[in-house]
């Protein structure tokens, strides 16, 4: 039984050491970088429902609420990223719209991370 636990606990130290890598290379990445401007295409437009999931703490459920997300993929420059908007920008943009897009571009790894988008007059 110690071992199974040993084993768990090692698995647990091992993601959170995971999270931490991926958050600190996230920074490093894209972080005090200065921001583009360029036109995007919406590729995607994804809407996920308010939900609860419970986690478990010291065997105590503990729920935790996520409200309502509407969220757009955008493309710039041949490179995708996503974006949470509200309501009513979601409902106004469509698939193939044009957007200006704000973002920086990855210092390591070329990736977008989008900032914000604002929908073409």
Not at 16 to 26: D, E, K, S, V, Y
Request: charged share 20%.
């Amino acid at each position: 039984m110690s071992f199974i636990i040993d084993m768990l606990i090692l698995l647990v130290i091992l993601l959170l050491l995971g999270l931490l890598a991926r958050g600190c290379f996230i920074a490093l990445d894209s972080w005090f970088l200065s921001r583009k401007r360029s036109m995007g295409k919406i590729v995607g437009k994804t809407f996920t429902p308010a939900h609860t999931r419970i986690i478990f703490i010291a065997n105590m459920p503990h729920p935790i609420f996520y409200p309502d997300n509407w969220s757009v993929t955008v493309e710039v420059a041949e490179c995708q990223d996503s974006l949470s908007i509200g309501e009513d920008e979601f409902d106004a943009l469509m698939e193939g719209d044009r957007v200006l897009a704000e973002y920086v571009t990855g210092r390591m790894s070329s990736g977008l991370y989008l900032k914000s988008i604002t929908p073409r007059i």
